[in-house]
């Protein structure tokens, strides 16, 4: 080999020797790149996930507020004239709302969830917000006369998660016809 032949092949060692710690320098730098994308899809995806769980206890709070109003207008609707009269005359009623033995007179205690798996309390307080009188509706009883009257009566709906320290509130207002002794009517 002459001279410019060898200096050729040198000179091509040289240059792959470079190359070889060039390529390892690029396959470090693609790595760290991969993994910060890898750790921002990470971050993206726990906080997604974070939101989604919001997002459900939210609802699933607001719906047991809703189920305690339900449940205490369905006690009302199911009231007799006399009922109705001795449950709203001049008291509020508190009803709990269990998933075990229904719904409970009162104020819910520690263990009175109304899931079974004790993460949610909802209960209900129902009151008289006044009446109306229904024009011409004078109903005569013997011994006493009486009127028909539309009660108003509010019903506030409070749900708790205690595990994620999250409430709901809700007022609902409903009517509720009845007879109304005419003598506490001014």
């Known amino acids: 080999m002459t001279g410019t032949g060898f200096n050729r092949m040198e000179n091509k060692k040289v240059w792959l020797s470079r190359q ?3 390529a390892l320098l690029v396959a470090l730098a693609v790595l760290i790149l991969v993994s910060l994308l890898g750790l921002a899809a990470m971050r993206s995806s726990i906080f997604s996930a974070k939101v989604a769980t919001g997002l459900q206890t939210d609802a699933m709070v607001f719906e047991a507020a809703e189920t305690a109003i339900t449940d205490a207008y369905n006690g009302l609707s199911g009231f007799s004239n006399e009922e109705l009269y ?3 005359g001049s008291t509020s009623t508190e009803r709990c709302v269990r998933s075990l ?11 009175d969830f109304m899931d079974e798996r004790g993460l949610l309390k909802a209960e209900s307080l ?6 109306q009188a229904i024009p011409n509706s004078q109903v005569s009883v013997s011994g006493g006369g009486g009127v028909f009257v539309d009660y ?6 409070e749900s708790q998660m205690p595990s994620y320290n999250i409430a709901n509130y809700h007022v609902q207002e409903t009517l509720k016809r009845g007879i109304k002794p005419g003598s506490e009517i001014e």
């Open 126 to 131: 129902s009151y008289l917000a006044g009446f």
């Open 20 to 22: 070889r710690g060039a």
């Open 152 to 157: 108003r009566v509010d019903i506030l709906g």
């Open 86 to 88: 001795a449950a709203i």
């Open 101 to 111: 033995g229904g719904a409970l007179n009162g104020r819910c205690g520690a263990g």
